[in-house]
């Protein structure tokens, strides 16, 4: 792999992922404004929690026609994000992004400080993660070494983002579908480096330290062990990856792969671990397209241990997770999820695994496990 | 008020909320199957949550057309929920609960018990709650004594499942459009009595508790104060309500109103109070319904005190918040926001106040203020 990098025109940063030796002259003909990312995060004393705000997102790209696809490479004249004719892998910062280094830029705090209304430039990063030159398909309909690849740009990128001073967690993941909000369809993922420990992460862990006080193990190698024993959940084992639906899931589908092995995050995998994953969540995703007989809306999210802190209690995971609950029905977040937290899953775990078992079972190309 | 109870022809409880001291039949002719509610709490010990896991949900009625309404009086022989002619404001318990006592009937624990997958019957309670027999218009366009009865049946409501043995928690509230789910069009709202303290609400009171252990103070009064004396996201002030849009709020639109006086809960509110409350909760569902030009989806969530504990500090609020962003746009919760818990909000609050302020000034009804 090589990998290089270079600059678009508004001084955002662009990194090639290339099999080959591939030479990259990265020159971007466009006139683009520097973008200044107007994005603060303010303290919800209530929720205990951060929520980003930012006020230059609202004009983002909208669902493009293809031929204006700004994740295609550019050709025949037609400028896009990635300034040459081709590409394997490319990784830049997000021209919209909700974290940015130059959230600080000219930022000020509001004039009348109260402290109960902490507020702080939204520093971080927020890049977009394209896994091929093609705009039509998805991860899943990706060749494995294709994805081989793009797990190597994820633990490359998840390096490089845990070394910035401001970044706390570094979060991997895939939107995918109109149905949940995606903008652009040529297959993609995004990276957001935040500069705090999330609140689904932070619980996760404390929840992890209170199990570790209390009974001297690893949750996480506690849950795995638990599923594998129950057997009725999982959907997937390999070499090196075990995959089932969670006894408590919250969403209709919704799956967790995890290493066998305990890793904090994707660059701690290794190479026969990698070329597993490639292959595994290859087989995961074409059998949850294969769900409802239409492609899944759904959100991928590596689960990677903070950048400073439970790195020893800490256990990599993917979590798949999708509100689609038939072919035309999907499951909204109304007042029970939204506003109180309690999720009300409409399809029982142990029904949707004999599904995905079933979904993988059809697969011609799946031979793992 | 007289307030009349019944039961529906599968023992479910109805309860007639009339102005007047109207004489109620109550006799339900349809032929319907008891409801044996499939409904399970699963506790996710990474995420420190109970989730509902239902299987009896999956066939719920699915935005029938108007005659065919549930929620309409029956007339005409074309029987529906409500086996009477006409009605004022009308409870029933939900055909499809998350969350009801016929759960515990023939629950058995599963057989390998797994101290890591801690499982329950759902008990508790789910019930709909008619605004109107009106089929059309919604909560907004309620004349202000209707509203007024609304108000009165949610505090009974409260007072009665509050005094239920296996209820810790009553949570009131309305999902309002087709953009969120809801599958009847009719006005109403639903009531979800909980067995546990809900994920937000436990978080809240930790907060609380902490702020009270380190100041001596009630948050709650100090997060509204602090809003009057920052004055800019404040929408509307009644003699016995304030309304704001929070300072870290999570979605487009999301208004908070709460009564000057801290009260746990909506049972504890005086008379006047209760007037106020019909007249200000409708000029600010009037004002959002403004906003974009379209009907607003929404959710409106009332934060009441738990039955059983944090009593003393709870001050009951009203939370309105909707996806809506543009007159053409949704905010989608995708990766940031449901594997991370992390909200991006692309309108500033500020912002948003004041467009909800325009919006009310505009109100030819609105005399609040």
Chains 1, 2 share one sequence.
Not at 54 to 79: E, F, I, K, S, Y
């Amino acid at each position: 792999m090589r990998i290089t990098s270079g600059r678009l025109a508004d001084g955002r940063e662009i990194i090639f992922y290339d099999r080959a030796d591939t030479a990259r002259r990265i020159v971007d003909r466009r006139e683009l404004a520097p973008v200044t990312a107007s994005a603060e995060i303010r303290r919800d004393v209530l929720a205990d929690e951060w929520v980003a705000v930012t006020a230059h997102r609202q004009t983002r790209t909208h669902l493009p026609p293809p031929r204006q696809c700004p994740l295609c490479p550019t050709v025949d004249g037609r400028a896009s994000e990635i300034p040459e004719p081709d590409y394997d892998v490319v990784v830049f910062e997000n021209r919209f992004p909700s974290f940015a280094a130059s959230a600080a830029d000219g930022w000020e705090p509001p004039a009348a400080a109260d402290p109960l209304s902490d507020r702080r430039p939204a520093v971080g990063r927020c890049e977009v993660v394209c896994f091929t030159s093609s705009h039509d398909g998805s991860f899943a309909t990706l060749p494995s070494e294709q994805a081989r690849l793009v797990v190597d740009a994820w633990a490359d990128r998840t390096t490089v983002l845990s070394s910035l001073p401001d970044v706390a967690q570094v979060f991997v993941f895939e939107n995918r579908g109109a149905e949940i909000g995606v903008t652009l369809h040529h297959p993609h993922g995004q990276i957001y480096a935040y500069p705090f420990v999330t609140p689904t992460t932070a619980t996760m862990f404390a929840s992890a330290r209170a199990h570790r006080d209390r009974t001297g193990r690893n949750l996480f190698a506690d849950v795995v062990a638990a599923e594998l024993r129950a057997e009725v959940r999982v959907v997937l084992q390999s070499e090196h990856w075990v995959a089932f639906v969670p006894v408590a899931a919250r969403w209709p589908v919704e799956v967790h792969l995890y290493p066998r092995r305990q890793v904090p995050d994707l660059p701690a995998l290794g190479e026969q671990e990698r070329a597993d994953l490639a292959e595994s969540s290859l087989v995961l995703l074409r059998a949850l397209d294969g769900l409802f007989g239409t492609p899944l809306p759904y959100v991928a999210a590596w689960h990677q241990a903070p950048v400073r802190s439970d790195r020893d209690l800490a256990w990599l995971h993917l979590r798949v997770s999708s509100i689609r609950r038939a072919p035309d029905k999907l499951k909204y977040l109304a007042g029970s999820e939204s506003a109180m937290g309690v999720f009300i899953n409409d399809i029982p775990p142990e029904d949707m695994a004999a599904r995905v078992r079933a979904a993988i079972g059809n697969d011609p190309l799946a031979s793992v496990g």
